[in-house]
């Protein structure tokens, strides 16, 4: 089945303590997405990858880093979390290029967030 | 690059009632636009999308929408809305240079029995 995981889908913490949230595709995608959902915000990109090892920032990138290392991965890690991220966050994926990216993005499940 | 904005945050109607959910975009450059469902604990799907062609547009699950240039519009509407359609609609567009979609806040809609 074609999808987009991550986990963990619920995570609290405390302020200052490093977390990795994974995201995984199982249909080959060269394009990965990560955003934050918050009230009255809709949906913000942080980071986007159009590749393995090429990555960029989105819109609200600050307290946030990624990496693409293999093709199906696309982790976000918080180095020193603050309230400020508390939220909730979704993966997505496609394919390449204008064609790909404006066809279908397949979105994960979500990933709430609480920060202490 | 193109952004959206969703005038309302928030539609309560009655099941079988018509709804419209209404979505202005900014760009008049290559504009591609999208409408996207999230249901309760879930994650976003695509209902809809306009990229070229016809500017009446159908989905999934009876929805369509219309591209009209004019009024830099890309409404929403079903003409009979049942209680599983109460979900988190976003409207998204790219464009004008960018085509990585950006998203509108949101508009929950909210169907009453």
């Known amino acids: ?116 | 690059a193109q952004s959206v904005t969703q005038l309302d945050s928030q539609v309560p109607v009655f099941e079988e009632a018509p709804v419209e959910l209404r979505c202005n975009y900014s760009s008049s450059v290559s504009v591609y636009l999208f409408w996207y469902v999230q249901y309760p604990n879930q994650g976003l799907q695509l209902l809809l999308k306009y990229l070229s062609g016809s500017t009446l547009v159908k989905g999934i699950n009876g929805f369509e929408a219309e591209f009209n240039k004019s009024q830099t519009s890309f409404h929403l509407r079903k003409p009979s809305v049942h209680i599983s359609d109460t979900a988190e609609y976003f409207c998204a567009g790219a464009g004008g240079g960018s085509y990585i979609p950006t998203f509108g806040r949101g508009t929950s809609l909210i169907v009453h029995p």
Request: charged share 20%; proline share 6%; net charge positive.
């Open chain 1, 1 to 116: 089945e074609a999808q987009v995981t991550q986990n963990p889908r619920y995570l609290i913490t405390v302020t200052g303590k490093k977390l990795t949230v994974t995201c995984s595709q199982n249909m080959n995608h060269e394009y990965m997405s990560w955003y934050r959902q918050d009230p009255g915000l809709g949906l913000r990109q942080i980071y986007y990858s159009m590749n393995v090892e090429v990555t960029d920032k989105g819109d609200v990138p600050e307290g946030y880093k990624v990496s693409r290392k293999e093709k199906r991965n696309f982790p976000l890690i918080l180095e020193s979390p603050s309230p400020n991220q508390t939220s909730l966050y979704f993966c997505a994926s496609s394919f390449s290029g204008q064609v790909g990216i404006l066809n279908t993005q397949y979105f994960g499940p979500g990933t709430r967030l609480t920060v202490l």
